[in-house]
């Protein structure tokens, strides 16, 4: 697993760095299947803006949305958020 940046400045300023591009990580998470299917819903939406996005596009636009927040207003956001078990779901 790659070693995270020691704060979110080091992050920052190591995503835009010009002329490099930047190496892609994999990871995986679980969701609910209804956050699940809100993704579908957000691709219909950029097909009727006449821009396709990947599910991996629209996760990173959320992100960065984040990224903007106050701390009161973020830690609100992720306290809307219905809590998910961790771990992989049993088939």
């Known amino acids: 697993m790659p070693k995270p940046p020691k704060s979110t400045a080091d992050a920052a300023s ?9 190496k892609p990580v994999r990871d ?3 969701m609910p299947a209804a956050d699940f299917a809100l993704v579908a819903v957000l ?3 950029a097909l009727e803006a006449r821009r396709p996005a990947k599910k991996s ?4 636009a959320g992100l ?6 106050s701390p009161a207003a973020l830690a ?3 306290d809307a958020l219905a809590p998910v078990k961790a771990g992989r779901p049993k088939k």
């Open 76 to 78: 609100k956001a992720l």
């Open 43 to 45: 691709k219909g939406r």
């Open 14 to 22: 190591t995503a835009g760095k010009a002329g490099k591009p930047e």
């Open 57 to 60: 596009e629209l996760l990173r």
């Open 28 to 30: 995986s998470f679980t």
């Open 64 to 69: 960065h949305a984040l990224h903007g927040l």
